[in-house]
């Protein structure tokens, strides 16, 4: 959410560290990689200089891109040294826009493919501009502009981070979002009604051009291949009445205040979108405040540091039309487990690998949660701060991407097996604990080509893939994930990786276009063994 010149400045700094972030990058055997190649071109002329990068983020985060390539003089480019994998490509062009509907393109790669004419088609996207000022007539500096598609679908293939059309108003109180897709659009300015304290600073009531509250009544700005709108001006009126809500947290037991834990805050819209945001930290006392809360239903919850024996109970409140001030948060002592982690039969894993992450059988909310906990190097674990429960073990390991995660085959207390997890009751000191653990070798992969009984692959049509293990020998005691979804591509390709052994479900249905049912969900066993690819091929059938 930046202006138009942090934007251009932005664009600058993230390509150069694109750059670097590529050729941080361990390059693989030449044998296993592959290569994507295509052509950009604006208005049907090749396009120089412009900047193809690769992710395997749908998203694209700024710190996710890994590969990156520049057009030459006739508008192509080459990406090489692509390990097999499920990626998306797009070009960084903030003034342009795709002349069709994909910004990006999903390509299921292969080990040592090589796949050419992932093409882009540009155009000059358009831009709208214009002026906040208050009711006063003065301008409204840093003031946060959606430019927003009257089609919520036309959003999902937008760019980020340079067309998200999140736009801040310059001294002036002048916006400028540029690098729109054509179609039609509404302007508008301030929140909606729901939303987190903002710490005191002024809220306006979301404003929509022509300075209208209501949506209805916004003016849809029609937007065209290279167009400029100018003039789009919003006046607010006076802001929002806020209020400051405060209390303090203590211990349920004897009412002493406690202190230096993080309290955060939540909200549900009546549409039960939630809002979530934490950080405040208690004075000496035990107090906390919070300034700028809007009216609206809020809950209040403690965030303990790791390994804190404490927890608390949620507390919700109801702001209308003044302070609040009284509340108390109560904390309790929770319970506490400490054991051993031990490997079932001789491995080269280490035991300071494992993470562990107690979860309750009963999921109530526990907003502050139970932090992720280490396993010493002999194995050794405690957890504190656990709410009264059954408790089971979440185990991995502790990088993203590696190929080792653990499953849990047994815990015992006291040398009793414990097959449902442990019981534990608000401050219960529970101690020998014994869990044994198997390493699991996630070197497995499946991949698919999906066909149609009868025609061909439509590009418009969109498929989804999931995969469930189904493994009697998964111990039910760990809730270790072991699905994924993946799109499939334009060519009916798709591939799951970073699988353990076993036996899995897998499934694949039509999510576009509508109705969904244009093509019964397949589903079929597949057995995925240890550093081995499956090949799978799924045929849909039409819906009768």
Known sequence: MVSSTRQAIACIVFIVAIGANAQAQTTPAKDQTASISGKVTLKEKAAPGIVVVLTEDK??????????????????????????????????????????????????????????????????????????????????????????????????NQVFPFNFNNNQTDDRGIYRAFGLRPGKYRVSVGRSGSGLPDGGAQTYRQTFYPSVTEVEKATVIEVTEG?????????????????????????AETSAPVTTFGLGIQQSDANGSTSTSSGERFNKDGKFKLDGVRPGKYTVFIVPPAGSEWRS???????????????????????????????????????????????????????????????????????????????????????????????VVSIERNGVLQPDGIAVKDGEVVTDVRVLVKPVNLTGSIRGQVKLENGELDPSMKFSVSVNRVSENQSKLSFRSSSNSPEVDA???????????????????????????????????????????TEVTVVLKAKQ
């Open 59 to 156: 998203y694209a985060g700024w710190q996710r891109f890994r590969y990156r390539a520049t057009t030459d003089a006739e508008g192509n480019y080459r990406l090489t040294n692509i390990p097999a994998g499920n990626y998306y490509v797009f070009p960084l062009a903030p003034a342009f826009v795709p002349d069709k509907d994909q910004s990006k393109q999903l390509v299921v790669v292969a080990a040592g493919e090589t796949l050419r004419d992932v093409d882009f088609a540009l155009v000059r996207g358009g831009v709208i501009t214009g002026k906040i000022t208050d009711a006063e007539g003065q301008p409204l500096i840093d003031e946060y502009v959606t430019v927003a598609p009257v089609d919520p679908s036309h959003s999902d």
């Open 313 to 407: 109970d949620a507390l919700t409140f109801e702001v209308v039309d003044k302070d609040l001030s009284g509340l108390e948060v109560k904390m309790n002592k929770g319970a506490a487990i400490s054991g051993v982690v031990v490997f079932d039969g001789p491995t080269t894993a280490k035991l300071a690998d494992v993470r562990m992450f107690p979860i309750l059988q009963r999921r109530s909310p526990m907003f502050g949660g139970i932090h992720v906990v280490a396993v010493g190097s002999d194995g050794a674990f405690k957890v504190n701060g656990i709410p009264a429960g059954t408790v089971y073990f979440s185990l991995s390991a502790p990088r993203p991407f590696s190929t080792t995660d653990f499953e």
């Open 227 to 251: 167009s400029e709108t100018d003039d789009v001006d919003i006046v607010l009126s006076r802001p929002i009445a806020t209020f400051t809500v405060s209390g303090r947290v203590i211990d």
């Open 491 to 533: 060519r009916g390709r798709f591939l799951l990786d970073h699988l353990a052994p076993g036996n899995y479900e897998l499934s694949v249905f039509t999510y576009q276009p509508q109705p969904r049912a244009l093509y019964e969900t397949s589903k079929q066993q597949v057995t995925v063994t240890e550093n081995s690819v």
